[in-house]
């Protein structure tokens, strides 16, 4: 098939972009997404021009490298499937896509579609983990967690930290990335004893790291290739409602 | 053991180079016990590095469900996996921190998979007679890793370990014979960057990127590892990778990579190819139960469709080329969930494998559920890797390796589910202890970046890179890397002999000489240019190539991932040579177009009787 | 305090305002209602409200720090949210979020502008002086509201005013109130769907009440 394609160029972070057009011709359903922007940036390497700069890695659809907005959608249009995963069958002969980077004031395009993600990292040491140290630890079976708690944790484990929930909500908020692991290590016995400490911790470094509001859009579901509910941000809320209830302890 | 005063500690910088379970794990050990860390990985965070792929689990010898399982089952069978070419006492150390690994990852909030009870679920994996695996849903890496990188973030908030992203170690320095420290690239601004550590850990993965078309993520390279060998490093055992025999099959020739499909897939799932090569076009509903070949099943009754991965992916690779392969391009067999879906109810089959059927549907437009999947072998693992000794050190002292970027332990094959105990064990439980005695043997910090090595470093790299940007050819670095891949998987790949390695061995130079002459690497030095990226990689692996390539002509045998058509069975198994080949190849880099060194050691089994590997 | 800096303290409070709002409007719908039963049972109302004394300032100081609350905040949380947002995609797609959601700062300030208004026009009673409650008494002496909500809303410019600003209240609660659901951590996954779908019928049933009144003074079905 044959497509016309919109892509965000953008020499660097100080650079004004601006989208340019490029054929993609020949595409063959069963390729992927990224295996056609890599034949495109093959012809253009051969017309000696700069080919486009894209993040992506695993290719599998788990490391959360890839992050391009496919018209108008972070992902595109296929639900639960990253930019990898994505298959060019999902498109039609004579198709014009528009590819654009994340767009959020936390996210600066660092070149073309690829932007730093940084700030989902600092939002992470604010307070995403158990201060745990390396041994000394019981044995894993001395905690029970019965299989709804385990699945529960699991479900909102599975954020792959790509930023779609962010490219996609109106407010460019990180609600949803930060309330998977807030809602993960809450319901598990190991991080209850921070629960306290981590859920203000990190509602505090969305802010300060420039998202956004969570205003209940619930775009970021939508678009998270995880299906990471926000189920998980209303437990957030509670998590920090909890964390007002003064403590004869702190 | 010698240790480090707890307030030493903070006068020693560390580098960690790569920062996956390996690397990850360590960075966040050590920073903790006290010393200055700092981690780098070219990716974009440090939760991105590749074991976060991994899917089916992590073995452990808990012997929770009461089947006989022990330290010493999952060091035998470890080293009976890795056909006997592992050095043992690294496995038994890796078989009896493996419990330590599970509660380590549980007490961080890893969510395994858990029963109605509350306590941790176990299944089966290929090559091992015990349910010893530890999982979570499909994806047990990206949890394991989560985990790590959750404790690399707390270190880095506590200020304990600084973290460098998107910076590709360009080279190793060496002064004196010692690792002193390392040179980067910044991806972003194209700097060229030196930093010092007293010691310097590389876990910067495997190299089977080396056949272009592998399940490695894009990045993946053996360039810090081909640095390290040119500065002195021995490459040990480069011969032996794994080619996994559950993938999605390739489907023309523009794939850029092959994606894997749990080996847990086998618990339930059946291996056939049609009896007959005139069935293979027709639907495989078609074909009545009677015409179908349950190879695996035939050939090896006791461990079945569980056998390990080297046989699983030699005999679907027999099949194919027997012409009894499916698809569109023959080179796939069935992995038919029928028997199962009957036996559990879809249902059960969905909430084990629901992720992986929904990713073949995506990839391959067919219903798992309704037809059985295509699978064929693709490589996965390098069991290879840099030379150490026990304490995980090089032979440069200073230069440690963690992971799969070390040989250690999984000999001539891996098990399933070995790589991610492999990983968490070196960087959480091996390093911290091994690093010690190194470290109390030195005074911290005596060189550090004004050393002349760095400069003379720094300069190297950055002539090699403008080298690269001014040859301005015809090719691009994906097209010359394919070539290298197509020689190499049909040369180097599941089957070799004496003339096909020659072949690799005439070709490879043959693609190196093009790449220095005809590739055209667009954009510029200074700036962020993938294209440069993918071109450093390749010129190693067309380096690299030809070292794995000598090893594999010089091992005449065939064990494990390493199948010699010349040594083999008469019904087609691998023969093994102890007498002549039961030892490390550790080779060490002589210069371009000269051959490499051999140094063998020599492995003493003293707790495991050699055997003839039997999976019957 | 965290509660007033925080992006989560923030959205509670916003939340939690917006609620007792939600109840002042629910209170003060059905107060309204009593129009339809004739002039007598609201007048009656009126007066009993009246007759609460000092309790009626206490209530009017209280709405008054709800909304500057809810204001104060709901300004601060959209020009936050304004600056981390950047340019907007080439093709601007978005799949579940509403019109309402989208239009909350709009529709809240088309309300606050009203709320000034209907301020001047039903309770300081300055802007129409003829008709006024104040200097009407019905037949036992009463303040006749009855009149003069009867005589305003027979102005088509003062009936338009009010179901332009009812259609921003249907809106802005279309919204508002399956948000606080969320927000104050109640909906679950499962549930979510249906509280959302509750939220907007329930504003619905509000704004329709509300508009009710004028328009059917307006087509002189009561009068």
């Known amino acids: 098939m044959d497509l016309t394609l919109h892509v965000w160029r953008q020499k660097g972070p100080q650079d004004i972009g601006k989208l340019e057009t490029y054929k993609a011709n020949g595409v063959s359903p069963d390729q992927s997404f990224l295996e056609m922007l890599d034949e495109v940036n093959d012809d253009l390497i051969k017309a000696g021009k700069d080919p486009i700069a894209f993040d992506h890695d695993c290719r599998e659809g788990i490391c959360g490298m890839c992050s391009q907005v496919i018209n108008g959608r972070p992902h595109g249009h296929q639900e639960r499937t990253t930019v990898c995963q994505l298959h060019m069958r999902e498109f039609n002969d004579g198709d014009e896509i528009f590819i654009e980077p994340w767009r959020a004031r936390a996210f600066p395009i660092l070149k073309d579609l690829i932007v730093d993600r940084t700030a989902l990292d600092v939002v992470m040491q604010a307070g995403g983990y158990t201060s745990c140290h390396t041994g000394g630890v019981a044995d894993g079976n001395a905690l029970l967690i019965g299989k709804p708690v385990a699945d529960y944790a699991m479900d909102a484990a599975e954020c792959i930290g790509c930023g779609a929930c962010v490219a996609a909500c109106p407010n460019s908020s990180a609600m949803l990335f930060t309330s998977a692991k807030v809602a993960q290590l809450a319901v598990l016995p190991q991080g209850k004893p921070e629960a306290r400490r981590r859920v203000r911790a990190m509602a505090d470094a969305i802010l300060s790291e420039g998202f956004g509001n969570c205003t209940n859009h619930y775009e970021c579901e939508a678009a998270c290739p995880k299906g990471i509910s926000v189920k998980f941000i209303a437990k957030l809320n509670r998590e920090y409602l909890k964390s007002l209830i003064p403590s004869s302890m702190d | ?616 | 305090m965290n509660l007033l800096t925080s992006t989560v303290g923030r959205k509670i409070l916003m939340a939690v305002t917006g609620l007792c709002l939600i109840l002042f409007v629910t209170v003060h719908l059905i107060g309204n209602l009593s129009v339809f039963a004739g002039p007598d049972s609201i007048n009656a109302y009126a007066k009993a409200l009246h007759d609460l004394g000092p309790l009626v300032w206490l209530f009017r100081l209280a709405m008054v720090a709800l909304f500057a609350v809810h204001i104060t905040f709901g300004l601060q949380l959209y020009l936050e949210n304004k600056a981390a947002t950047p340019d907007p995609y080439a093709i601007q797609k978005t799949l579940v979020t509403s019109f309402s959601a989208k239009t909350m700062i709009f529709t809240g300030l088309i309300i606050l502008l009203f709320l000034l208004y209907h301020l001047l026009h039903f309770t300081v009673q300055v802007t129409n002086p003829s008709i006024s409650a104040v200097n009407n008494l019905d037949a036992i002496g009463r303040p006749d509201v009855y009149s003069m909500m009867v005589l305003s809303f027979q102005k088509v410019f003062i009936s338009l005013i009010y179901i332009v600003a009812m259609g921003a209240l249907l809106l802005h609660l279309a919204h508002g109130i399956s948000s606080w659901v969320q927000t104050l951590g109640w909906s679950t996954g499962p549930s979510q769907d249906k509280v959302i779908s509750i939220g907007k019928i329930l504003a619905i049933v509000y704004g329709v009440a509300y508009i009710a009144i004028p328009l059917l003074i307006l087509a002189r079905i009561v009068n």
């Open chain 2, 1 to 616: 053991m010698k240790l480090v005063n707890p307030s030493n500690k903070r006068k020693f910088k560390i580098l960690v180079v790569g920062t996956g379970l390996a690397g990850g794990a360590a960075a966040a050990s050590l920073g903790e016990l006290g010393y200055n860390v700092e981690a780098f990985c070219y990716q974009d965070s440090p939760r991105r590095a590749h074991s976060i792929a991994a899917q089916g689990g992590i073995n452990a010898a808990k012997s929770y469900p009461n089947d006989g399982d022990s330290i010493y089952r999952l060091f035998y069978d470890t080293v009976k996996g890795g056909d006997f070419r592992a050095r043992e006492a690294d496995v038994w150390r890796l078989a009896q921190v493996s419990n330590n690994i599970i509660d380590q990852c549980v007490a961080q909030g890893v969510p395994f998979a858990r029963d109605y009870a509350g306590y941790l679920d176990n299944r089966s994996f290929g090559g091992a007679q015990v349910s010893r695996t530890f999982y979570a849903r499909g994806q047990t890496g990206q949890q394991l890793l989560l985990g790590a990188y959750s404790a690399l973030s707390r270190q880095i908030k506590n200020g304990q370990v600084k973290m460098y992203a998107r910076r590709e170690m360009l080279d190793l320095v060496v002064v004196d014979g010692v690792a002193k420290g390392i040179t980067c690239r910044n991806l972003v601004t194209g700097e060229i960057e030196s930093y010092w550590g007293d010691a310097v850990i590389l876990a910067t993965g495997g190299f089977v990127n080396v056949f272009y078309l592998s399940t490695n993520a894009m990045g993946c390279s053996a360039t810090a590892i081909w640095k390290a060998t040119k500065k002195g490093a021995y490459m040990a055992n480069p011969c032996y990778t794994q080619i996994h025999p559950t993938c999605i099959p390739q489907h023309g020739d523009k794939q850029s990579k092959l994606t894997l499909m749990s080996e847990s897939l086998r618990n339930d799932g059946r291996v056939w190819v049609p009896k007959k090569a005139e069935d293979c076009d027709k639907h495989p509903s078609e074909i009545p139960e009677e015409a179908r070949d349950y190879y695996l099943e035939r050939k090896y009754p006791s461990f079945g469709n569980l056998a390990p991965r080297d046989i699983a992916s030699r005999a679907a690779k027999e099949a194919c080329d027997d012409g009894r392969g499916v698809g569109e391009s023959k080179r796939g067999v069935f992995l038919d969930f029928q028997a199962s879906i009957d036996r559990l109810g879809k249902s059960v089959i969905e909430g084990r494998y629901g992720n992986l059927f929904e990713m073949y549907e995506k990839i391959t437009a067919e219903d798992g559920y309704e037809r059985p999947m295509r699978i064929y072998p693709a490589p996965h693992y390098s069991m290879g890797g840099l030379w150490v000794d026990y304490q995980c050190m090089s032979n440069i002292p200073g230069l440690f390796v963690l992971g799969e970027a070390n040989f250690s332990v999984h000999g001539a094959n891996r098990l399933g589910a070995s790589a991610l105990m492999q990983g968490l064990a070196d960087g959480y439980f091996v390093i911290p202890y091994t690093i010690a005695p190194y470290l109390a043997s030195l005074t911290p910090g005596q060189i550090k970046t004004d050393h002349p090595e760095f400069k003379q470093s720094a300069e190297n790299v950055k002539q090699e890179i403008n080298k690269m940007l001014s040859i301005k050819g015809k090719k691009t670095v994906g097209e010359l890397h394919r070539e290298l891949g197509s020689v190499m998987w049909e040369d180097v790949g599941m089957a070799r002999s004496e003339a096909s390695l020659k072949h690799a061995l005439k070709r490879i130079p043959e693609i190196r000489e093009e790449f220095w002459n005809n590739v055209n690497v667009t954009g510029g030095a200074m700036e962020l240019n993938q294209q440069l990226e993918n071109a450093w990689r390749l010129a190693d692996f067309l380096e690299f190539a030809e070292m794995m390539t000598t090893d594999a002509l010089h091992r005449e045998e065939s064990c494990g991932g390493h199948f010699r058509t010349e040594h083999q069975t008469d019904d087609g198994e691998a023969m093994r040579n102890d007498e002549d080949f039961c030892y490390v190849g550790a080779w060490e880099y002589k210069g371009v177009d000269k051959a490499p060194e051999l140094h063998k050691e020599p492995l003493n089994f003293e707790n495991v009787k050699l055997a003839v590997r039997s999976y019957k």
